[in-house]
């Protein structure tokens, strides 16, 4: 019995020490330096393929798409999950409607999307469903707009005549070979195609009740957007590269920058060896070490010439340069602290959102990219104005910015400012609702008292956090909700007396807010936070 029980754990032993060895490998392939080789190769056929359409904008779908492109060649971001194309729970998101992108392609005649995944398959669920879904949606509500007005100019629908400007049945014309259908690609099966064509017909009524200005959308594409989608597998002749402008559909060109194969292969590159990690630009929290995409391709020679043996050192030099660089001009300058395991992987802080810093090439042609709103620092950041609210979302991260008469500062790691008073700054220590579940909802009451004292001033406020994404945009809609009007004039919160509080009311006023800060992408949690708080707000009113 004793020998039977050593032999069974002996057996134990050994396969466990099997399993050690097969996580040491992988550990051992997936270090820095293989993932930032990998992004670069990948970039390289990323790079090959915007040279093909040379006039369509480049665009990074976020975050992992901005590892794959220099930041001087991306025209603009745009924000795509893949989780509302997941099997079984396709949907359209009113928070993510990407409006600045359909008029870009508009307007510039289509654009490429570049993201990738590493899961082992050639394209991520955000560009299998999700953009063609988004696609269609906004097809089918621009078709009926387009039959609305065509119906006005015949007389034939006199209800459209405050919806629809006289003058447009003429320009809308074509409207009866207008493409509105489902464009996925050939591996999704059918019944699943099927599915999410039953679908179509509610998310492009929830399109038209959130408020979206459908008209300018119409106005702005000539043709039906299309997806199209090109991998490294994918074979293109260089001398039968097909002309865009001869399509009769806005090509939305769906690049996943990364091969398909599952597992790790050995490359060589000049002097150095390295492991081709699929995907690697994804969950960057786990191995970048404090590296952005922006550093990355400032310092990319260094990093990859120096080998795998320097390449932590160097980004942990240069990672630290860019905190004090950023102290010393007073920006958001966090201490990465890395945590040390035995993984070769590590853990970070959270991301910061680098990706402001993209706006700088926007800004050499402002009029065709940027909106009119956008107002930029000394340091290359943007700040969003909404509209004529006196309200501006930012980040922290902004320096020298004129023509701001008071902050709202939402960071929990800024500092206050050496020159500043109460009544023109206000520090809330607001983080995400996946720290502290109610965090924001705690901190509302001061945010809107703040707000609405400085409005009835007519003061210029500025709006801030972290990366100026979530919670300033979180912020934002709670003030315009609670203190204006549905036409968006400042009323100290009249009408907000006379209304309920609905989740459609508020997503309304999020779209209005994400017109302009395009770069807008609140989450989940902390929106439910704005909606507590509103109707907390509610309930205090009188009767």
């Known amino acids: 019995m004793a020998a039977a029980a050593g032999s069974?754990?002996?057996?134990?032993?050994?396969?466990?020490?099997?399993?050690?060895?097969?996580?040491?490998?992988?550990?051992?392939?997936?270090?820095?330096?293989?993932?930032?080789?990998?992004?670069?190769?990948?970039?390289?056929f990323v790079a090959e393929i915007a040279a093909l359409w040379p006039a369509l904008p480049l665009v990074a779908n976020l975050r992992c798409g901005l590892w794959y492109a220099q930041p001087r060649s991306l025209a603009a971001t745009c924000y795509f999950k893949s989780t509302d194309?997941?099997?079984?729970?396709?949907?359209?998101?009113?928070?993510?409607?990407?409006?600045?992108?359909?008029?870009?392609?508009?307007?510039?005649?289509g654009c490429i999307i570049v993201d990738s995944t590493r899961k082992g398959k050639r394209f991520p669920d955000s560009m299998a469903k999700t953009i063609p879904i988004w696609c269609c949606v906004l097809n089918r509500a621009i078709q009926r707009h387009r039959l609305r007005a065509i119906n006005q100019g015949s007389g034939l629908n006199s209800e459209t005549s405050a919806v629809v400007p006289n003058g447009d049945a003429e320009e809308y014309s074509g409207s009866s070979n207008w493409d509105s259908s489902v464009h996925l690609p050939v591996w999704v099966l059918e019944t699943e195609k099927n599915a999410i064509e039953g679908h179509i017909e509610e998310w492009a009524d929830l399109f038209e009740s959130c408020g979206a200005d459908i008209h300018s959308l119409a106005l702005g594409l000539q043709k039906p957007l299309r997806p199209l989608w090109i991998s490294q597998n994918t074979r293109i002749w260089l001398n039968e590269v097909p002309d865009h402008q001869l399509w009769d559909f806005t090509p939305i060109i769906l690049v996943s920058a990364s091969a398909s194969g599952a597992v790790a292969t050995q490359r060589t590159a000049s002097e150095f060896s390295w492991r081709y990690i699929p995907g690697a630009g994804d969950d960057e929290e786990s191995w970048a070490r404090g590296l952005t995409p922006t550093l990355f391709w400032k310092h990319s020679y260094d990093l990859l010439d120096g080998g795998p043996d320097l390449c932590n050192q160097l980004v942990a030099d240069i990672v630290e340069k860019d905190r004090v660089y950023r102290a010393q001009r007073g920006e958001h300058s966090p201490q990465v602290i890395v945590k040390h395991v035995k993984c070769s992987r590590h853990g970070l802080e959270p991301y910061t959102g680098d990706h402001t810093i993209i706006a700088q090439p926007m800004n050499s042609n402002p009029s065709t990219i940027a909106p009119a709103n956008t107002q930029y620092s000394n340091g290359g950041h943007v700040v969003f104005w909404i509209g004529t609210s006196n309200l501006a979302v930012g980040s922290t991260m902004q320096d020298g910015l004129a023509d701001m008469d008071c902050i709202l500062n939402c960071d929990s790691t800024s500092r206050l400012p050496p020159s500043s008073s109460e009544d023109s700054y206000l520090e809330l220590p607001i983080v995400g609702s996946k720290?502290?579940?109610?965090?924001?909802?705690?901190?509302?009451?001061?945010?809107?008292?703040?707000?609405?004292?400085?409005?009835?001033?007519?003061?210029?406020?500025?709006?801030?956090?972290?990366?100026?994404?979530?919670?300033?945009?979180?912020?934002?809609?709670?003030?315009?909700?609670?203190?204006?009007?549905?036409?968006?004039?400042?009323?100290?919160?009249?009408?907000?007396?006379?209304?309920?509080?609905?989740?459609?009311?508020?997503?309304?006023?999020?779209?209005?807010?994400?017109?302009?800060?395009?770069?807008?992408?609140?989450?989940?949690?902390?929106?439910?936070?704005?909606?507590?708080f509103l109707c907390n707000e509610k309930e205090q009113l009188p009767c």
């Open 85 to 109: 194309g997941h099997a079984g729970n396709w949907g359209f998101s009113t928070a993510r409607l990407n409006l600045h992108l359909a008029l870009l392609a508009g307007e510039r005649g």
């Open 435 to 532: 720290d502290e579940r109610f965090s924001l909802l705690n901190n509302l009451p001061k945010a809107v008292s703040f707000a609405k004292k400085n409005l009835i001033a007519r003061r210029k406020m500025l709006l801030c956090c972290q990366n100026g994404e979530d919670i300033s945009i979180c912020v934002a809609l709670a003030i315009i909700t609670r203190l204006f009007s549905d036409t968006g004039c400042f009323d100290c919160g009249e009408s907000f007396m006379r209304r309920d509080v609905t989740k459609l009311e508020m997503r309304k006023r999020l779209v209005f807010i994400c017109k302009y800060a395009v770069n807008a992408r609140p989450s989940r949690g902390n929106l439910r936070q704005v909606y507590g």
């Open 8 to 44: 069974e754990h002996a057996a134990e032993e050994g396969t466990l020490s099997i399993y050690k060895a097969a996580r040491r490998i992988k550990r051992r392939e997936s270090t820095l330096y293989n993932a930032l080789r990998s992004v670069a190769d990948d970039a390289a």
